[in-house]
């Protein structure tokens, strides 16, 4: 027994999907998510849209999703296949936990996560199951170790961000102006405070949103705002829509 | 020689009692279903008793520690493997002890030249109210049954067991707090390790929440906890009055 989740899962087997092929399908997207470091820990976000082609399948999709108490997965590419990664891992770290009565290493967790990835290869290869995740952590077993940000390649190559990362069609634009607030800024994203940063966290979905129409569902006007989380030693916050809502009105008036 | 009948029986009756003889020096292991939750504890010198299972359901079991184990991991990965496969709400005791743990103890007690898995288990599910809670009692040989009352406790000692069972739902009512329930729980223990008479026995004035020399360990599946996981451990003496 080594609390390996996905070595017991050949054994038990539910239908499986049939082999894909590589047809006209157009495969939906998830776009855009990021994370970056604030004073409190990591903040991680996502918009709500999901789209296939030049349709806006969704505009109420959520992204970021918590893996177990101290770890979360923000996901870019194809729903489908990231929706299940995540599933997956949820139940390897709780198998884990449980079974082997201690918690998986931060480490393991990331490798698990890449592990995962590779073995999506021939759906990323064949392009409709191409995965580009986020994934942060913090190490439970060191109370004074910080939380870690983690970006992907479809292939599962591993890299820790030192201030942000982004993923997704719409990244480009957030990943330049985080490069330029952590250079320039004053504050710097990760001098903010949580009311700052959630604030920042919405005006570069919004900014991103002028220049990706796969971007999108985030409007202060309307109550729409990111999925936002904040991840520290004590676990994972979920800032709700009230408190983004909150933050949003101080900081315009 | 064990093909005839009469012969197997014997057998059977001999393993029966060799299993009783080991478990007699295991001590009781608790659960009580309370508004707050369900409460599970068991006491000893330190090795568990009582463990996680899923996001609502949880063991406390007595026994040789290689076999708890042995139970502990097959209920953990058939549960995992329902959660994953269809949802955590399809993961419920009925199921995980009809199709995989009682059929398992049943043949393992009645294979006679292997041996046989010495453990006496409470199995609990947490439900949306006191009342949805379910407690299951599960013997070594497969057998086991589903306590309406809210308290439960699995002993070596079907007669001892009974009488602190009486015990302790003669003393507690549904709304009593956590830390009478502890008490009587540990009352009860210390009872049934000194081997005194339930009938005289009362609740005493000052909670009981430790124990000299032993290790308490305690656990409630919180119903008020946010979040799929409602399993978390518990100090009973941080438990305020």
Same mark, same amino acid.
């Given at each position: 027994?080594?609390?390996?989740?996905? !070595?017991?899962?050949?054994?038990?087997?539910?239908?499986?999907?049939?082999?894909?092929?590589?047809?006209?399908?157009?495969?939906?997207?998830?776009?855009?998510?990021?994370?970056?470091?604030?004073?409190?820990?990591?903040?991680?976000?996502?918009?709500?849209?999901?789209?296939?082609?030049?349709?806006?399948?969704?505009? %109420?999709?959520?992204?970021?999703?918590?893996?177990?108490?101290?770890?979360?997965?923000?996901?870019?590419?194809?729903?489908?296949?990231?929706?299940?990664?995540?599933?997956? &891992?949820?139940?390897?770290?709780?198998?884990?936990?449980?079974?082997?009565?201690?918690?998986?290493?931060?480490?393991?967790?990331?490798?698990?996560?890449?592990?995962?990835?590779?073995? @999506?290869?021939?759906?990323?290869?064949?392009?409709?199951?191409?995965?580009?995740?986020?994934?942060?952590?913090?190490?439970?077993?060191?109370?004074?170790?910080?939380?870690?940000?983690?970006? +992907?390649?479809?292939?599962?190559?591993?890299?820790?961000?030192?201030?942000?990362?982004?993923?997704?069609?719409?990244?480009?634009?957030?990943? !330049?102006?985080?490069?330029?607030?952590?250079?320039?800024?004053?504050?710097?994203?990760?001098?903010?405070?949580?009311?700052?940063?959630?604030?920042?966290?919405?005006?570069?979905?919004?900014?991103?949103?002028?220049?990706?129409?796969?971007?999108?569902?985030?409007h202060p006007e309307r109550q729409l705002f990111a999925t936002l989380k904040l991840l520290s030693q004590d676990g994972i916050r979920t800032i709700s829509i009230g408190d983004q809502d909150r933050c949003w009105q101080e900081a315009s008036a | 020689m064990t093909e005839e009948p009469y012969r197997w029986l014997d057998a059977i009756g001999n393993r029966r009692e060799y299993i009783r003889d080991q478990l007699k020096g295991g001590t009781p292991v608790f659960a009580f279903s309370r508004p707050e939750g369900i409460l599970l504890?068991?006491?000893?010198?330190?090795?568990?008793?009582?463990?996680?299972? +899923?996001?609502?359901?949880?063991?406390?079991?007595?026994? =040789?520690?290689?076999?708890?184990? %042995?139970?502990?991991?097959?209920?953990?990965?058939?549960? =995992?493997?329902?959660?994953?496969?269809?949802?955590?709400?399809?993961?419920? &005791?009925?199921?995980?002890?009809?199709?995989?743990?009682?059929?398992?103890?049943? $043949?393992?007690?009645?294979?006679?030249?292997?041996?046989?898995?010495?453990?006496?288990?409470?199995?609990?599910?947490?439900?949306?109210?006191?009342?949805?809670?379910?407690?299951?009692?599960? =013997?070594?040989?497969? $057998?086991? =049954?589903?306590?309406?009352?809210?308290?439960?406790?699995?002993?070596?000692?079907?007669?001892?067991?009974?009488?602190?069972?009486?015990?302790?739902?003669? @003393?507690?009512?549904?709304?009593?707090?956590?830390? %009478?329930?502890?008490?009587?729980?540990?009352?009860?223990?210390?009872?049934?390790?000194?081997? %005194?008479?339930?009938?005289?026995?009362?609740?005493?004035?000052?909670?009981?929440?430790? &124990?000299?020399?032993?290790?308490?360990?305690?656990?409630?599946?919180?119903?008020?906890?946010?979040?799929?996981?409602?399993?978390?451990?518990?100090?009973? @003496?941080?438990?305020?009055?």
């Open positions: 027994m080594n609390g390996d989740f996905l !070595a017991l899962l050949p054994k038990n087997p539910f239908a499986q999907l049939p082999a894909a092929s590589a047809s006209a399908h157009v495969p939906l997207q998830a776009t855009t998510v990021f994370a970056f470091h604030c004073a409190e820990g990591v903040i991680i976000a996502g918009d709500h849209r999901a789209t296939a082609g030049n349709t806006v399948f969704s505009d %109420k999709t959520e992204k970021i999703l918590e893996l177990d108490s101290h770890s979360l997965m923000a996901i870019a590419g194809v729903p489908a296949t990231a929706f299940e990664m995540a599933r997956t &891992l949820q139940t390897t770290f709780e198998f884990y936990r449980r079974s082997q009565l201690q918690g998986m290493s931060l480490q393991a967790k990331i490798r698990a996560l890449s592990k995962l990835l590779r073995d @999506n290869l021939p759906g990323t290869l064949q392009g409709f199951g191409v995965v580009a995740p986020i994934f942060a952590g913090v190490d439970t077993t060191d109370r004074e170790s910080k939380p870690a940000i983690y970006f +992907y390649d479809p292939l599962g190559a591993q890299f820790e961000a030192a201030e942000y990362a982004g993923s997704g069609s719409g990244s480009g634009s957030i990943k !330049a102006v985080l490069h330029f607030l952590e250079k320039w800024g004053k504050p710097r994203p990760s001098e903010m405070s949580l009311a700052q940063a959630t604030v920042l966290a919405n005006r570069l979905l919004m900014t991103a949103a002028e220049f990706d129409t796969a971007t999108g569902g985030v | 504890v068991g006491i000893g010198h330190g090795m568990s008793k009582v463990f996680e299972i +899923y996001d609502r359901h949880a063991l406390a079991a007595l026994g =040789h520690p290689v076999d708890i184990e %042995k139970i502990r991991q097959a209920a953990i990965e058939a549960a =995992h493997m329902e959660g994953f496969n269809r949802s955590a709400e399809d993961v419920t &005791l009925r199921r995980l002890i009809s199709f995989a743990l009682s059929a398992t103890l049943k $043949n393992s007690f009645e294979q006679i030249f292997s041996p046989p898995l010495m453990v006496e288990a409470i199995f609990a599910e947490l439900g949306p109210t006191s009342g949805e809670d379910v407690l299951v009692r599960v =013997h070594y040989d497969g $057998n086991h =049954h589903y306590e309406t009352s809210g308290t439960l406790l699995a002993h070596s000692d079907p007669k001892k067991e009974e009488a602190a069972g009486a015990w302790l739902r003669q @003393n507690l009512k549904p709304n009593d707090p956590m830390v %009478k329930v502890a008490s009587a729980c540990l009352t009860a223990w210390q009872a049934l390790m000194d081997d %005194k008479p339930f009938t005289d026995l009362s609740l005493p004035k000052e909670p009981l929440l430790q &124990l000299d020399g032993k290790t308490v360990e305690a656990a409630l599946l919180d119903r008020k906890m946010a979040g799929a996981v409602h399993y978390r451990t518990l100090q009973l @003496n941080k438990l305020k009055a």
